[in-house]
Every structure is written in structure tokens, then in C-alpha cells.
């Protein structure tokens, strides 16, 4: 298979020929910008490869192409631009404060726990707690440091940036409905095995994990349509949702436990704009 070499962080990766330039960039580990989802609109994803001629000096001459769009045909060094990169610096409020790449506290072996999940676009933040407070601040009290996960969200290198990316990514193809749900899923497992692998608990004692995200997100975790939110009136073809057994959805947690989605107030007006009400104790 052709070797494809991505510089300047000189890494590569072997891929079939007729594989896109950006599959082999995730194939690399490298993230790119997607801001049109991979439709090859937005020019954001641009790549330079080396073009047919050489220059005054005998140096190669590279030229830009689309990554989304430029099929492998052979072994290939390319130079990716910074501004082809996602500028990603991932934070996560928790407990009324801004944390950024904090280390993790161990947390007491006793009680039954639960995990909450804030959905976003960008960034998935997965933090454990006791069901019994509902309170991060109960996990290692001592420290004060909640156990938390922080990941970019998947979708943003194979669906694109934003909601409206994603959402068309199902108008063309209804298979990219199950394609996202399957891609936040298979995170969201990585981050619970890392939770419990830190922290030293029983997976199978975690009973509950309740969500909130913007409409969008909570409907493609729940592997709900979300078509009907890409025009007037913007109506999600469900607001409240039942829960669900989190063996359902491939979770290794309790046998018995449960997904619990925070309602969408409207169309665009999503659980986490539920769930915040409720933290500020807004009824």
C-alpha cells in the first residue's frame, strides 16, 4: 500500500490506494479542519503535495490541493499549513471553575457512582459522581478535584465543524445518522474505561449517566433523526426522552443502568440549556 508522510510532525501512515488525503491524515492521527463536513466547499482542509515541476534552486516545487478531496495514488510527502490544523486548546468548566488538562484525584472505593456528560460540538466532558449528593464536589472532597475526561468530539473530523455540517451530512446520506451515533459512542466508551481505570472503580458500579447537549447532539447520541432541524420550523422529532439501558448502547456500565437525556425546550433550545436552568435553580 502507498506510505503517505505528513510534515512537520513527520508522521505516516499506509493506506489503499483511492483513500482521500484527509482519510489518511486521520489514519496519521492528525486532525484537519472540516469546516464543510468534507463536501469540498470550504477549502479549509488544504494540503500541499509536490507539484510536477522544480524550482530555480533544484528545490520541489509543492502546490495545494483539498485534502478532502485528493485521492492516494501512490507513496506521497505532504506539508500541512498551520492554519489547516483545528486550533484546539479543550477546557471544561467544572464545579463553578475553569480547569484545563488537571490531573485526576482517586476517588473513595465505597458507594455507587454515576457519570455525567456535557455533549458539545467540540468537546465531550465526561465527569463522575455519587448519585446520592449529584454533586461533582463529592467525589475526593479532600482535593477538591472532580473526577473528569475531557475529549474532542469525533464528529468534527468526519461529519464537519458545526451542527449544520452534520446535520446535512444526514440529508445526503441517512446511513451517516447511524455513522455519528457509533463515532460519540465509541469515545464515550474510551472515556468511561478511562475514568474507571484512574480512579480504580468497578464499571459495573456506575448506574446512571445522564446527558445534556444542544439539540442536535442529543438527538445523534440517541441515533434520533435530526433532518427535520435543517428547516422550517425546526421541530426535533422528539423533545423528552425515555431512558434508556445503557447496554442498549454497548455501555459496559451495570447491568441495570440507565442513559437519562435532558429534555429540549425547542427546536435550537437544547438539554443543556435545560440542565443549566435546573443548576441555577431556574423553574
Given amino acids: 500500500m502507498p506510505q503517505i508522510r505528513f510534515f512537520p510532525m513527520d508522521r505516516s501512515t499506509e493506506v489503499p490506494v483511492g483513500t482521500t488525503l484527509s482519510e ?13 463536513g468534507g463536501s469540498g466547499t470550504c477549502g479549509k ?17 509543492f502546490r495545494a490541493v483539498r485534502a478532502c478531496q485528493t485521492i492516494v495514488e501512490g507513496d506521497l510527502v505532504c506539508r500541512i499549513p498551520a492554519d489547516s490544523l483545528p486550533a484546539v486548546r479543550i477546557q471544561s468548566v467544572t464545579d463553578n471553575r475553569l480547569r484545563a488538562g488537571e490531573p485526576f484525584a482517586p476517588v473513595a472505593a465505597t458507594g455507587d457512582y454515576g457519570l455525567a456528560l456535557d455533549i458539545g460540538t467540540t468537546t465531550l466532558a465526561l465527569q463522575l459522581f455519587t448519585p446520592e449528593l449529584f454533586t461533582p464536589g463529592s467525589i475526593d472532597p479532600e482535593s477538591g478535584i472532580p473526577g473528569v475526561v475531557v475529549r474532542e468530539n469525533p464528529q468534527k473530523r468526519l461529519f464537519g465543524d458545526d451542527i449544520i455540517a452534520r446535520i446535512q451530512k444526514v440529508c445526503d446520506d441517512p446511513a451517516n445518522l447511524l455513522a455519528q451515533q457509533q463515532v460519540l459512542l ?13 480512579h480504580r472503580i468497578d464499571r ?9 447537549g444542544n439539540s442536535v447532539m442529543e438527538l445523534l447520541l440517541l441515533g434520533l433523526d435530526v433532518v427535520s432541524l435543517g428547516s422550517a420550523p425546526f421541530e426535533p422529532v422528539r423533545r423528552r426522552f425515555e431512558p434508556i439501558p445503557s447496554r442498549a448502547l454497548g455501555l459496559d456500565l451495570h447491568p441495570e443502568a440507565v442513559l437519562e437525556a435532558f429534555p429540549l425546550i425547542g427546536g435550537f433550545v437544547g438539554g443543556d440549556l435545560t440542565a443549566g436552568s435546573v443548576a441555577c435553580g431556574l423553574t
Fill in 24 to 36: 489518511a491524515a486521520g489514519a496519521a492521527g492528525i486532525s484537519l479542519r472540516y469546516d464543510c
Fill in 204 to 212: 459495573r458500579r456506575i448506574m446512571r449517566l445522564c446527558v445534556a
Fill in 186 to 198: 465509541e469515545t464515550l466508551r474510551e472515556m468511561i474505561a478511562e475514568l474507571a481505570h484512574v
Fill in 45 to 61: 482542509c488544504r494540503i500541499e503535495i509536490p507539484g510536477d515541476r522544480v524550482g530555480p534552486d533544484a528545490q520541489q516545487v
